[in-house]
């Protein structure tokens, strides 16, 4: 999967998070990037843009997929 904020490109992982009776996302999810450098562009850039009528929010996780 290729994930793309105006001229960043990067190659990850992702899971989106979703309730499991229902199936609907819960409105969260986690990224892995293969490179560190990837991570903290992808902080400084996307952090705080809107998708949709929501404000995206990015953080540092240990989460592993």
Same mark, same amino acid.
């Given at each position: ?8 490109? +990067? %190659?990850?992982? +992702? ?6 009776? %229902?199936?609907? %996302? &819960?409105?969260?999810?986690?990224? !892995? +990037? !293969?490179? /560190? %450098? ?5 902080? &400084?850039?996307?952090?705080? &843009?809107?998708?949709?009528?929501? /404000?995206?929010?990015?953080?540092? !996780?240990?989460?592993?997929?």
């Amino acid at each position: 999967m290729i994930l793309y904020g105006g001229n960043l490109d +990067f %190659t990850l992982l +992702f899971q989106v998070v979703r309730d499991k009776r %229902t199936g609907k %996302t &819960k409105g969260y999810g986690f990224v !892995s +990037f !293969s490179n /560190p %450098t990837d991570l903290a562009a992808a902080i &400084k850039e996307m952090n705080g &843009k809107y998708v949709g009528n929501r /404000p995206i929010k990015l953080r540092k !996780s240990n989460w592993r997929l």
